[in-house]
């Protein structure tokens, strides 16, 4: 979903703010823990919620996992056959959820004060080199 969506959100228009970029559909649903529907935790992202893991498919032939450490402002990402993305190739895969993941907590918050802890900044990634099976 993020990763096939990002060119919409890249070329929408944002506001003076930086903010008013358009989210891929169900965005907020997925923030709030309303989807899956079939495991819906309602646990908001950043408030009940400090770590997500997903699967990060590549180019519909090799799949990636990752972990996104909402905290820390940063995602590790494991792949089981390295040479199989480079590393431009990862860069280019990674860029939607470094730019799109914290705009999400921004646009998404519910207060002020909430949107105050966070910030347009791109999120950091590393891919894991130890430890993968």
Same mark, same amino acid.
């Given at each position: 979903?993020?990763?096939?969506k990002?060119?919409?959100?890249?070329?929408?228009?944002?506001?003076?703010?930086?903010?008013?970029?358009?989210?891929?559909?169900?965005?907020?649903?997925?923030?709030?823990g309303?989807?899956?529907?079939?495991?819906?935790?309602?646990?908001?992202?950043?408030?009940?919620?400090?770590?997500? /893991?997903?699967p #990060?498919?590549?180019?519909?032939?090799?799949?990636?996992a *990752?972990?996104? $450490?909402?905290p820390?402002r940063?995602?590790?990402?494991?792949?089981?056959?390295?040479?199989?993305?480079?590393?431009?190739?990862?860069?280019?895969?990674?860029?939607?959820?470094?730019?799109?993941?914290? /705009?999400?907590f #921004?646009?998404?918050?519910?207060?002020?004060?909430?949107? *105050?802890?966070? $910030?347009?900044?791109?999120?950091?990634?590393?891919?894991?080199?130890?430890?993968?099976?």
């Amino acid at each position: 979903m993020w990763k096939d969506k990002y060119g919409k959100f890249k070329s929408s228009t944002p506001d003076h703010n930086s903010l008013g970029r358009r989210l891929p559909g169900g965005s907020w649903n997925l923030y709030a823990g309303i989807v899956p529907i079939f495991c819906a935790t309602n646990n908001i992202w950043g408030v009940d919620v400090d770590d997500k /893991y997903a699967p #990060v498919n590549f180019q519909n032939n090799h799949w990636l996992a *990752i972990w996104i $450490s909402i905290p820390k402002r940063h995602i590790v990402i494991w792949d089981t056959i390295v040479k199989h993305i480079s590393p431009a190739q990862l860069d280019e895969v990674m860029e939607s959820f470094l730019t799109m993941v914290p /705009y999400l907590f #921004v646009e998404c918050t519910f207060t002020d004060e909430e949107r *105050i802890k966070y $910030s347009l900044e791109p999120f950091t990634y590393e891919r894991a080199a130890v430890g993968v099976p």
